[in-house]
């Protein structure tokens, strides 16, 4: 049991690993998608007159992430929250927080931070990205069940590859060998073939014995 705990925390490590990789890549593409909110014509009336403040408000955020300070980042998403909690940068703001404040070690700051853009965001993706991340931070929080649960159905089917290898990174360090087996499989059927962690699932479906 003890080496199956250790290969498991070691696949999670490489899962951390993909995510410091990829992840920012990940949140450019999200991002982008919210184009869409620019289309429409009520919504750029609103940005005339309050683009200007947001631009400012989010360039605090940027400030702060260059400067590596997670306490001063999150004071500022804090404030676009409170400010202009429907635009689409703060949440990517409160995404920067939390990335900043797991990096740092402070996973109750960033749990919250994730929770904020689960429950506010406007796009399913973005909504996707967050919970993917919490079940991260309720991993190292050792919160197996909640973290499965956190990633049981993705609103967007693009993710739906990525949330059941997160179910059953849960899993497996749960202890539910036959539920991550499962969880990967069906993964390896929702991840296209030139996904960058299909074969790090299949390394981990082999490591189960299936």
């Known amino acids: 049991m003890a080496a199956f705990d250790l290969q498991e925390q070691e696949q999670i490590a490489e899962l951390k690993a993909w995510w410091a990789k990829w992840g920012v890549a990940v949140i450019i593409a999200v991002v982008a998608a919210l184009v869409g909110y620019f ?6 009336a609103w940005q005339k007159s309050q683009g200007t403040a947001v631009a400012q408000a989010y360039m605090a955020v940027e400030a702060a992430e260059l400067a590596k300070d997670p306490v001063k980042l999150r004071a500022a998403a804090d404030a676009m929250v409170k400010t202009h909690s429907g635009h689409a940068l703060t949440a990517r703001a409160m995404l920067q927080a939390a990335k900043a404040a797991f990096e740092a070690n ?15 965001a406007k796009e399913d993706a973005v909504i ?19 973290a499965a649960k956190m990633v049981d159905t993705a609103k967007a089917d693009s993710f739906a590859g ?27 059927t929702k991840l296209e073939k030139e996904a960058p962690n299909r074969e790090l699932v299949e390394t981990k479906l082999s490591a189960l014995g299936a």
């Open 128 to 146: 996707d990205l967050a919970r993917l991340r919490l079940a991260a931070v309720l991993m190292d929080q050792k919160q197996f069940d909640a």
């Open 162 to 188: 990525l949330f059941a290898e997160v179910r059953g990174d849960a899993l497996a360090l749960k202890g539910d060998a036959a539920g991550a087996k499962s969880a990967y499989q069906f993964a390896l």
């Open 39 to 44: 289309g429409n014509m009520g919504y750029r």
């Open 106 to 120: 402070k996973l109750d700051d960033a749990k919250s931070a994730l929770e904020w853009v689960a429950a506010n």
